[in-house]
């Protein structure tokens, strides 16, 4: 298996254990009296399924932006931000149109 998809694996495992942890500590502590909601309602199970879920995923994509971003190479000293052009400033000019009656 190539590394960049091992290191994916990796990062959404760590993304969806955040996630677990923290609608654990949503439930837990009853924030917006979610643990009472979820507990009433007849679908409070797809709702903590649907909240860890959902956080997995923004949080697995967290993960996964980190840590591709810290792989950049330490020796890449060189010049930043391309080689810059002069921009061209267009000149307006007349047109002549004729209109019928």
Known sequence: ??????????????????SA???GLLVGFNVANL???MASTEGG??????LFFFNGLVFAGVQFAI???RMADKDDQGP???H??????????AVR?????
């Open 1 to 18: 298996m190539p590394k960049l998809v091992k290191l994916y694996i990796r990062q959404v495992a760590i993304g969806f254990g955040l």
């Open 21 to 23: 942890i923290f609608v």
């Open 35 to 37: 643990r009472g909601l």
């Open 45 to 50: 199970y797809i709702a903590a399924f649907l």
């Open 67 to 69: 840590s591709i971003m």
């Open 80 to 82: 930043k931000g391309g």
């Open 84 to 93: 810059r052009q002069g921009v061209r400033h267009a000149q307006p000019v």
């Open 97 to 101: 149109v004729t209109a019928g009656r």
